[in-house]
């Protein structure tokens, strides 16, 4: 029975943009866990591109890795021995990475238990895999709903003008009770009445 206190927790797979916009829990100072929908998660699996690598000089061993697989960045933390331990990884390759959650000063970072190369194709392996588990955590919509989806996707894009646009990603992030092609289909719509227009592949903005 004791074994199981010590059972690792499971790593969820996620896109880093989800991981972004979960709330992180404390127990008094400590970092307890990020609370996403109904998950509470403490190790994490991603898979994304090494944009920056950052590693002291000094006696003080640490390296930081800024990660980005498309939906968002997060870093990479690590310190001590293994600083050596990662040594091969290096800006520009494609890594799958599992770890731990941390917080400290307002940022969620990952402490990382394995940092493994990947090929590339495994970035859009990997979102296909997690937009299809989502959209089979679904439930259909009735016409109603989906007159209310296009509506609020209007209302975000309408809102996002004063920035200069909005992304897709942006907009499938804000309702993620929607699955994705769900969205698409509502912007492929509005593109066509000529609602919104798309500036750059990606981007969209309002033509009111």
């Keep these: 029975m004791a074994?199981?206190?010590f059972k690792r927790n499971i790593a969820y797979k996620f896109r880093i943009g989800d991981v972004?916009?979960?709330?992180?829990?404390?127990d008094g100072e400590r970092f307890a866990f990020l609370e996403l929908g109904d998950k509470k998660i403490i190790r994490i699996n991603i898979i994304g591109n090494i944009i920056d690598k950052y590693e002291s000089d000094g006696d003080?061993?640490?390296?930081f890795l800024t990660i980005d697989d498309g939906s968002g960045q997060i870093k990479i933390k690590f310190f001590g021995d293994d600083v050596n331990k990662f040594k091969g990884v290096s800006q520009g390759?494609?890594?799958?990475?599992?770890?731990n959650l941390r917080n400290?000063?307002?940022?969620?970072?990952?402490?990382p238990e394995i940092i493994k190369e990947q090929d590339i194709k495994y970035l859009l392996?990997?979102?296909?895999?997690?937009?299809?588990?989502?959209?089979?955590?679904?439930?259909?919509?009735?016409?109603?709903?989906?007159?209310?989806?296009k509506d609020k996707i209007l209302d975000r894009i309408k809102e996002a003008e004063k920035d200069g646009g909005?992304?897709?990603?942006?907009?499938?992030?804000?309702?993620?009770?929607?699955?994705?092609?769900?969205?698409?289909?509502?912007?492929?719509?509005?593109?066509?009445?000529?609602?919104?227009?798309?500036p750059r592949p990606g981007k969209l903005r309002w033509l009111g």
């Excluded at 299809?132 to 989906?146: D, G, R, S, V």
């Excluded at 990603?169 to 969205?183: A, G, H, K, N, Q």
């Design 20 to 26: 972004l916009i979960g709330k992180p829990i404390f």
């Design 166 to 198: 909005i992304e897709v990603d942006s907009i499938i992030l804000t309702f993620r009770d929607v699955s994705p092609e769900m969205i698409n289909q509502e912007i492929k719509k509005l593109l066509e009445e000529g609602i919104i227009f798309e």
């Design 125 to 149: 392996i990997r979102k296909l895999e997690i937009e299809k588990e989502k959209n089979q955590n679904m439930k259909p919509l009735a016409k109603e709903q989906i007159i209310a989806v």
């Design 93 to 99: 390759q494609t890594v799958l990475v599992i770890g």
């Design 60 to 63: 003080k061993k640490y390296c």
């Design 3 to 5: 074994d199981s206190q």
């Design 104 to 111: 400290f000063n307002n940022e969620t970072y990952i402490a």
